[in-house]
Nanobody
Framework: QVQLVESGGGLVQAGGSLRLSCAVS????????MGWYRQAPGKQRDLVAT???????NYADSVKGRFTISRDNAKKTVYLQMNSLKPGDTAVYFC???????????????WGQGTQVTVSS
């Protein structure tokens, strides 16, 4: 059983910073792409940033220059450093990982439970 557990969300004033973490645990053979997505009330879930096992990174245009994604493969953890936060960044943030549970398994996508980020003006 694979689990993704996020932490680090909270309430912050505009211009402030937060750092999200997402730790992967359970039956894991290999982790490929990891990422962060967010969902604001009444809106669809959108990509924020992804990072591959080869450290290729992709950001949504709305967060480029403000957010930084990174991963620690030894800790099976992905991070999202969020700076210069804006009220428009308010959302539930979900982490995501593509994982082989064993050498013979198919690549499967797993999601965390989400962590709330609220940015006040």
């Amino acid at each position: 059983q694979v689990q993704l557990v996020e932490s680090g969300g909270g309430l912050v004033q505009a211009g402030g910073s937060l750092r999200l973490s997402c730790a992967v645990s359970g039956s894991i053979f290999s982790i490929k792409t990891m990422g962060w997505y967010r969902q604001a009330p009444g809106k669809q879930r959108d990509l924020v940033a992804t990072i591959t096992s080869g450290d290729n990174i992709n950001y949504a245009d709305s967060v480029k220059g403000r957010f930084t994604i990174s991963r620690d493969n030894a800790k099976k953890t992905v991070y999202l450093q969020m700076n210069s936060l804006k009220p428009g960044d308010t959302a539930v943030y979900f982490c995501n990982a593509e994982i082989y549970s064993s050498w013979f398994s198919v690549l499967s996508t797993y999601w965390g439970q989400g962590t709330q980020v609220t940015v006040s003006s």
